[in-house]
T-cell receptor, first 116, second 114 residues
């Protein structure tokens, strides 16, 4: 149980285009989902926290108009990178917290974004 | 400033030995601390959680200690195997300042040699 999936697992796009990444909790309801970004050999950096049905809370320095987050249901959150640039190339990882277990977060397999 | 520090150098050990990884933190008041395993190109996988009032936690070949005085957690893998080779991340949930989010260290890469 407690499986989180992400789609796509990797994506290559041209500079200026938008990319949408999906995060799904497959066998549990996730009232809260988190989006992280990880650069090579660095730690996971929290970008934003989203609660189902409400606006996401962004971390300091993360542009909410560039990284659009939608958490429309208890099993799906999406991250859209708008007008992507090469510096947005990174490994994006989502995480979901079970509504019954406040302490545990389950992570997706990540999405590798490369912007040319 | 707030910091979570893990040894950035890779830890190389021989199969069968005990691997010990360190996580130190500064200016946090963690309610609990977690350890994750991350393989290349994959998301983190949860291993163990230890609360601030717990000194030690075990799970099979894994052991975690938590010293709030030293502000340090140690992660041990006994009888290590080549399959244990991965990057291990510590993460703490900081409740100070009204925040409630998981904050990660950069991880330590472990390589277990046959």
């Amino acid at each position: 149980g407690a499986v989180v999936s992400q789609h796509p697992s990797w994506v290559i796009c041209k500079s200026g285009t938008s990319v949408k990444i999906e995060c799904r909790s497959l066998d549990f309801q996730a009232t809260t989902m988190f989006w992280y970004r990880q650069f090579p050999k660095q730690s996971l950096m929290l970008m934003a926290t989203s609660n189902e049905g409400s606006k996401a809370t962004y971390e300091q320095g993360v542009e909410k108009d560039k990284f659009l987050i939608n958490h429309a249901s208890l099993t799906l959150s999406t991250l859209t990178v708008t007008s992507a640039h090469p510096e947005d190339s990174s490994f994006y990882i989502c995480s979901a917290r079970h509504s019954r277990s406040y302490n545990e977060q389950f992570f997706g397999p990540g999405t590798r974004l490369t912007v040319l | 400033s707030q910091k979570i520090e893990q040894n950035s150098e890779a830890l190389n050990i021989q199969e069968g030995k005990t691997a010990t990884l360190t996580c130190n933190y500064t200016n946090y008041s963690p309610a609990y601390l977690q350890w994750y395993r991350q393989d290349p190109g994959r998301g983190p996988v949860f291993l163990l959680l230890i609360r601030e009032n717990e000194k030690e936690k075990r799970k099979e070949r894994l052991k975690v200690t938590f010293d709030t005085t030293l502000k340090q957690s140690l992660f041990h893998i006994t009888a290590s195997q080549p399959a244990d080779s991965a990057t291990y991340l510590c993460a703490l949930r900081d409740l100070g300042g009204g925040y409630n989010k998981l904050i990660f260290g950069a991880g330590t890469r472990l390589a277990v040699h046959p």
